[in-house]
């Protein structure tokens, strides 16, 4: 049994700031708000569960300098309910974004960070998987990036081609992890990652264990000054940073 992905991680400068945006933005509940991290995940979650990737806001110093190789897609159900969603969230303090997108059915926001987020046109494939429908992640290889990342979190092909590839959990709940291609090459360590860990059934599986498995699959070690942690930074083939943190 592979790690699964447990969590979505964002940089912040005002982690508690940022998780009531997002808690306000998705209908979701801030469960926790220190210092060192705010948590933001649905009403009567059970973390780790598959249904939802829960948001984990840390505090950094370094400013964003540039547009974000992953970001969130969120869903909607009809042309109404998308204008609703941007006026909402343009409430809430977001704001439209221009990433040289032209014309897309689809609105390109930022937060009150930054962070670039979309929200989409109604779409089927999207109608079991709200609010979040996808972590979308910049790829100059969407089909290989997906392979490796199906090993990473244990989860399934659902449809791929020359420039996407995308992956959902076995069950067919929560958000899908999507790749598109892009040509621009990653310059800066990603303000937004995910964390994988292995399932408890594994113990004694150790983080150190599981970034073998994933080093022999094209992770390598990554070092973005974690100093001494219980978790492991590793980056995917294409250089994208991710955690292996302890079984849960």
């Avoid at 933005?25 to 249904?51: H, K, M, N």
């Avoid at 990652?193 to 399932?199: R, Y």
Wanted: proline share 10%.
């Amino acid at each position: 049994m592979p790690t699964r992905a447990v969590q979505l991680v964002i940089d912040a400068a005002d982690p508690s700031r940022l998780a009531s945006f997002w808690a306000a933005a998705l209908g979701w509940e801030v469960t926790a708000d220190e210092p060192d991290e705010a948590v933001v995940w649905p009403a009567g979650f059970s973390y780790p569960a598959a249904s939802a990737l829960p948001l984990v806001f840390v505090p950094v110093p370094e400013p964003k300098t540039v547009k974000n190789r992953v970001h969130l897609d969120l869903a909607t159900t009809s042309a109404e309910h998308q204008a609703a969603e941007i006026d909402r969230l343009l409430g809430l303090g977001a704001a439209r974004a221009d990433i040289g997108q032209g014309e897309v059915p689809w609105e390109v926001m930022a937060d009150p960070e930054g962070n670039e987020f979309c929200v989409l046109e109604p779409r089927d494939v999207y109608l079991d998987a709200m609010p979040v429908a996808a972590v979308v992640v910049d790829s100059a290889d969407p089909p290989s990036a997906a392979r490796f990342w199906a090993a990473a979190t244990g989860w399934a092909p659902h449809d791929s081609g020359p420039d996407f590839a995308s992956l959902r959990e076995p069950g067919g709940t929560g958000p899908y992890l999507e790749f598109v291609h892009v040509t621009d090459a990653k310059t800066v360590k990603n303000r937004v990652h995910l964390d994988v860990a292995a399932w408890p059934q594994r113990a004694p599986a150790s983080p150190q264990d599981e970034a073998r498995r994933l080093r022999l699959a094209g992770a390598t070690l990554a070092d973005v000054g974690q100093s001494d942690v219980q978790w492991i930074v590793l980056a995917d083939p294409e250089g994208n940073e991710f955690c292996v943190l302890t079984p849960r």
